[in-house]
């Protein structure tokens, strides 16, 4: 019972910083895009688009565990890229490159547990634990 109460906390969590930065990210794709382009993205628009979605659609399913290991395991991947093309080697004072480099290791540290969420599963209090998605195995 734990351990299932503690799988639901992480998703919890974990959902409450992906679905509301997509959602920010989709309600003003002028700004986010506007970003993207500062940090050299080809097609900012586009990657606007498609990280807006992808936060919203991957934290949904994250949030209400379904098909945990394999969504995981991109949040994961994204994490790990989003913070190298965003955060790494940026700001121009040592005040900004220090932040830089924190919210760098922030996402490698989400990253971390996303790739415990794929080994341990949603635990039984969610859609994977219904046997509805590919659970991870006990």
Same mark, same amino acid.
């Given at each position: 019972?734990?351990?299932?109460?503690?799988? *639901?906390?992480?998703? *919890?969590?974990?959902?409450?910083?992906?679905?509301?930065?997509?959602?920010?990210?989709?309600?003003?794709?002028?700004?986010?895009?506007?970003?993207?382009?500062?940090?050299?993205?080809?097609?900012?628009?586009?990657?606007?688009?498609?990280?807006?979605?992808?936060?919203?659609? +991957?934290?949904?399913?994250?949030?209400?565990?379904?098909?945990?290991?394999?969504?995981?395991?991109?949040? +994961?991947? @994204?994490?790990?890229?989003?913070? @190298?093309?965003?955060?790494?080697?940026?700001?121009?004072?040592?005040?900004?490159? @220090?932040?830089?480099?924190?919210?760098?290791?922030?996402?490698?540290?989400?990253?971390?547990?996303?790739? +415990?969420?794929?080994?341990?599963?949603?635990?039984?209090?969610?859609?994977?634990?219904?046997?509805?998605?590919?659970?991870?195995?006990?």
């Amino acid at each position: 019972m734990a351990r299932n109460a503690l799988l *639901l906390i992480a998703r *919890l969590l974990l959902a409450a910083l992906f679905v509301p930065s997509g959602l920010q990210a989709l309600s003003d794709i002028a700004a986010t895009s506007s970003y993207f382009a500062g940090l050299g993205l080809p097609l900012p628009t586009l990657a606007a688009w498609g990280t807006g979605l992808f936060e919203v659609t +991957a934290g949904s399913l994250i949030l209400i565990g379904f098909q945990t290991p394999i969504v995981a395991l991109l949040l +994961a991947a @994204f994490c790990i890229a989003a913070g @190298f093309i965003g955060h790494y080697h940026q700001g121009d004072d040592p005040m900004l490159s @220090f932040l830089h480099q924190q919210m760098l290791m922030k996402d490698i540290a989400i990253a971390g547990g996303f790739l +415990a969420h794929a080994m341990a599963g949603a635990g039984a209090w969610s859609l994977d634990g219904r046997g509805f998605g590919i659970a991870a195995p006990k």
